[in-house]
């Protein structure tokens, strides 16, 4: 009860317009927080499960974790989808992604740059200040700079790097177009009302962002109690502004969608790899996975198996650490 009281006190508090606070609405507007940490030894972990060891939690901050079962054989086989850049002509000299840990669209450029092997470092924009994209005109992200080019769009970003992967073909059509523009138009809009359904909820999702984004002291509690209890009252009102009823049952309806669109594909073009359409559905849920929301949909839909062929191809982080 401390904890719900706390988060109507602050409510109260932001009803009256602080600007700090409003600026934290609008940044938590882009995210659906918490991506976990999966990025390593995953196949060894995943065959673990699969041979019924134990091992340790693979999540810090959100108990519980879960882990899909597949055979040794297949994990090995989805390995050797992850690829490289296949184009000589793109070899950047430095990648650097503009971005909020949690915020789907950021996620669907790193699910892309993760997938490709393309080194990147990150720069976690304060959502408050914004002060590390002052250089720029364009005050959203994800921001990525190509040596130097600055990029805005996660999906106009990762059409312009595949045609540079990819200089000869031209960018995907037909199915992989429709299902990319479904996660945009669609899916996205779904994460926030789940993510921030209840307080509990929403202090869990701001715990992980308050811990990973660039806060002062101050700007981390502000952010933890005041930007949780906007996000709360702000997800009620996405919620009825994209007509949703139940908040999990619309999540789990988009999950039983794509699969329903994979038709028992391995992938949505079918063979052995992924295409864009499949890591912009990863990107996006990949910051929910392991919150209450995300291990709730893997629990009641069918999309677990493919999620963990994602895991699997996407592989580990292209991210260079500093």
Known sequence: MRRVNGLAIVGRTLTCGGAVEKRLAQAALMST?????????????KLADRLGLSRPSLV???????????????LAQDALAKEKPRSEKFLPKEVVLYQYEACPFCNKVKAFLDYYNIPYKIVE?????KKEIKWSDYKKVPILKVDGEQMVDSSDIIDKLFHRINPDSSIPDGEEKKWREWVDNHL???LSPNIYRSTSEALESFDYITTQGNFSFTERLVAKYAGA????????KLKKKHNITDERAALYEAAE???????????????????????????????????????????HTRIGEWYGRMENAVGESARIKE
């Open 125 to 129: 924009v304060n959502p408050i200040s």
């Open 257 to 299: 969608t794509w699969v329903d669109a994979l038709n028992g594909r391995h992938y949505l073009a079918g063979g052995s790899k992924p295409n864009l359409a499949d890591l912009a559905v990863f990107g996006v849920l990949r910051p929910i996975r392991y919150l209450t929301s995300g291990k709730d949909m893997v629990e």
């Open 188 to 190: 996205v809009h779904v």
């Open 33 to 45: 927080c918490s991506s976990s940490s999966l990025n390593s030894h995953i196949f060894s972990q």
């Open 60 to 74: 810090r901050r959100v108990a519980g974790t879960m882990l899909f079962s597949v055979a040794a054989s297949s």
């Open 229 to 236: 209890a906007a996000m709360y009252f702000v997800s009620k």
